[in-house]
């Protein structure tokens, strides 16, 4: 069982910046794939940006040069670092880890607003 913790999230003006990390727990496979999820009120949940554990990242187009997935494998964590932030990104983050199935952390709410 994995268990998956979202932090960082908070209420931002725009052009701002916020890191949001993501704690995974319990048995890890070597090869798997993390990612951030956002969903925005009334919309589909759609995926920002993925890491993998090989190192290799894609970021979604609509967040290309502003935000930035990483990960930290001693600390079991992966990050996303967000710049620029605009009023569209205002959604629920997500994190999530696909090994053998696939599992979501709780979320944590960004909100870019002045």
């Known amino acids: 069982q994995v268990q998956l913790v979202e932090s960082g999230g908070g209420l931002v003006q725009p052009g701002g910046s916020l890191r949001l990390s993501c704690v995974a727990s319990?048995?890890?496979?070597?090869?798997?794939?993390m990612a951030w999820y956002r969903q925005a009120p009334g919309k589909q949940r759609e995926s920002v940006a993925t890491?993998?554990?090989?190192?290799?990242?894609n970021v979604a187009d609509s967040v290309k040069g502003r935000f930035t997935i990483s990960s930290d494998n001693a600390k079991n964590t992966v990050y996303l670092q967000m710049n620029s932030l605009k009023p569209e990104d205002t959604a629920v983050y997500y994190c999530?880890?696909?090994?053998?199935?696939?599992?979501w952390g709780q979320g944590t709410q960004v909100t870019v607003s002045s």
């Open positions: 890491i993998r554990s090989d190192g290799t990242t």
């Open positions: 999530n880890l696909f090994s053998n199935r696939s599992y």
């Open positions: 319990g048995s890890i496979s070597s090869r798997y794939v």
